[in-house]
């Protein structure tokens, strides 16, 4: 007996090409918490310029191996939303931000920093979390981000440190993101 899956992202317009999709609304309020706890942690950022697709961006966090059970869910819903851009909306839970065209002039207008982020990939509960984010300075001289696990606690995400991930930010030109 053959079973069809519901695909978890649906086409914001049928007429338009299938390569950038909306979040499906049961995930979308996770997408953006995790979004919004990732940006909210860099406290060298007051005001954001997010781009409104998502880019893809090269795996590169290895859990040690008694982890790996627990990120392998995670790792593979990312692997497979990484195939993907997805149009980001006005939801995020940060104090100033606008969002910017990826197509728009390369100038940030007046925010600090402008930001392309990375699908998030979730184990099937939700819980957990990846993703890859790279910010421009303002001045569009230099630019950093990071990969991170995310873990669910007391209803918030946090940098999940017991992972014992050694993470793989990158700086200046390093970009990991394809």
């Known amino acids: 007996m053959a079973v069809a899956l519901a695909s978890p992202y649906q086409s914001e317009n049928p007429?338009?090409?299938?390569?950038?999709?909306?979040?499906?609304?049961?995930?979308?309020?996770?997408?953006?918490?995790?979004?919004?706890?990732?940006?909210?942690?860099?406290?060298?950022?007051?005001?954001?310029?997010?781009?409104?697709?998502?880019?893809?961006?090269?795996?590169?966090l290895k859990p040690p191996a008694e982890f790996a059970s627990v990120y392998r869910p995670v790792i593979e819903d990312f692997a497979k939303k990484?195939?993907?851009?997805?149009?980001?909306?006005?939801?995020?839970?940060?104090?100033?931000?606008?969002?910017?065209?990826?197509?728009?002039?390369?100038?940030?207008?007046?925010?600090?920093?402008?930001?392309?982020?990375?699908a998030v990939g979730f184990n099937r509960d939700r819980t957990r979390a990846y993703v890859c984010y790279s910010v421009k300075d303002q001045n569009g001289t230099g630019s950093s981000g990071s990969c991170l696990f995310l873990v669910r606690m007391n209803g918030k995400w946090l940098?999940?440190?017991?992972?014992?991930?050694?993470?793989?930010g990158f700086g200046f030109g390093g970009a990991v993101y394809r």
């Open 159 to 168: 940098s999940d440190n017991d992972s014992h991930s050694p993470g793989c």
């Open 82 to 118: 990484d195939r993907t851009k997805f149009n980001l909306e006005a939801k995020f839970n940060l104090p100033d931000y606008t969002l910017g065209s990826p197509q728009g002039p390369p100038g940030i207008g007046t925010s600090k920093a402008q930001v392309t982020l990375s």
């Open 15 to 60: 007429k338009q090409s299938a390569t950038i999709l909306k979040l499906n609304p049961e995930e979308a309020q996770d997408t953006y918490e995790v979004y919004s706890a990732v940006l909210g942690e860099r406290h060298d950022v007051h005001a954001w310029t997010i781009l409104t697709e998502t880019n893809t961006f090269t795996f590169c």
